[in-house]
């Protein structure tokens, strides 16, 4: 039922967490996260009645109406703060993200990961976490029908990281050579799309490699 660029989405989502899977559609991310118990609640929003329909459809085939809780309205503006500690948006333009973000502060700043796909203007998503003060802490690709998307997971900045401070140890370089070879292989898999080998991502992902190996 679902996709690489769904499941990749939901491989960000942390065992134990309450969700809120915002623009569900069909509802096919809350069923199979319902489905893999890895969220202790999850709530599936639809701005607009026919998906918010199909998705009703879907959550009762699957047997799920206990299970995931379905809301009709705007974005993150129909939850309470507090309600979640894990917001999902995918499958919609970043400028619509964004926006969603931005239209509630109090639901945003009460949770602690942002799980994010933007179908495009992803820029605008990476801008806007820094200034949220929101630290980007994984990143993953994902093709599906030969479109690549990226997802991006996002937590909290606390503190300030201190982790360039401290001496070198060798869990320190164990830590970086896994990092660096995770960021190889998003290197390797943006290598096979020209859009994607000339964007700014590539050129970071490079960067922080590079970084991270003189590091090491
Ligand atoms: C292209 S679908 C993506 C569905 C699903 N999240 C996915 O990744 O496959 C976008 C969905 O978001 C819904 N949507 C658009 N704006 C919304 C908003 N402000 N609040 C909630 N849902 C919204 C649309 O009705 C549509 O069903």
């Not at 893999?36 to 879907?58: C, D, Y």
Request: glycine share 6%; charged share 30%.
């Amino acid at each position: 039922m679902i996709d690489s660029r769904i499941r990749a989405v939901m491989e960000f989502v942390r065992a134990g967490s309450r969700v809120v899977d915002v623009g569900a559609d069909h509802g096919y991310l809350s069923i199979e996260l319902a489905r893999r118990g890895l969220a202790t609640k999850i709530i599936a929003t639809e701005k607009n009645r026919g998906p918010f329909e199909a998705a009703r459809q879907n959550i009762s085939a699957a047997g799920l109406d206990g299970v995931i809780e379905l809301r009709l309205g705007d974005g993150l503006q129909i939850l309470s703060a507090g309600e979640v500690d894990t917001i999902c948006i995918a499958g919609m333009g970043g400028g619509l993200i964004k926006k969603i973000l931005v239209d509630a502060p109090d639901v945003v700043s009460s949770a602690r990961q942002l799980i994010l796909q933007p179908m495009n203007d992803i820029k605008k998503i990476r801008e806007l976490l820094a200034e949220m003060n929101w630290l980007i802490d994984d990143e993953d690709l994902a093709e599906a029908a030969g479109i690549i998307y990226e997802v991006i997971s996002a937590v909290k900045v606390v503190a300030a990281p201190k982790i360039f401070k401290r001496e070198s140890s060798p869990l320190r370089r164990k830590f970086f050579a896994q990092r660096i070879a995770k960021l190889q292989r998003v290197v390797a898999e943006m290598s096979k799309s020209d859009s994607a080998r000339s964007s700014e991502k590539f050129a970071a992902t490079l960067a922080e490699i590079d970084t991270l190996q003189r590091l090491c």
